[in-house]
């Protein structure tokens, strides 16, 4: 890849010193691949830190709650 290709995301031209390349693997085969412009890169990165993140549990049992004290 030469000059400016496009973003795989936004379409817009990117300078090669500017792009940053997404690759994901399965059990060593590539299934996807996208060239990003750093705008849309950044993107990508908040969304999988977003998506990855652990949620907590919506219904928490207090355990102190369930504790008697006399």
């Known amino acids: ?5 496009p973003c ?3 379409g817009d031209p990117i300078e ?3 792009a940053r390349t ?8 590539e299934v996807d691949r996208q ?3 750093p705008a849309c890169f950044a993107d990508w990165i ?4 977003t998506e990855m993140q652990p949620r ?5 049992v207090d355990s102190d709650a369930d504790i008697i004290v006399d």
Do not use: F, H, W
């Not at 890849?1 to 290709?5: D, R, V």
């Not at 908040?46 to 830190?49: D, G, I, L, V």
């Not at 907590?56 to 928490?60: D, G, K, P, R």
């Open 8 to 10: 795989d995301a936004c």
């Open 1 to 5: 890849m030469t000059g400016s290709e």
């Open 35 to 37: 060239r990003l412009c």
């Open 56 to 60: 907590a549990a919506e219904n928490t």
């Open 22 to 29: 997404v690759q994901l693997n399965v059990d060593r085969s």
């Open 46 to 49: 908040e969304r999988y830190r």
């Open 16 to 18: 090669e010193a500017l």
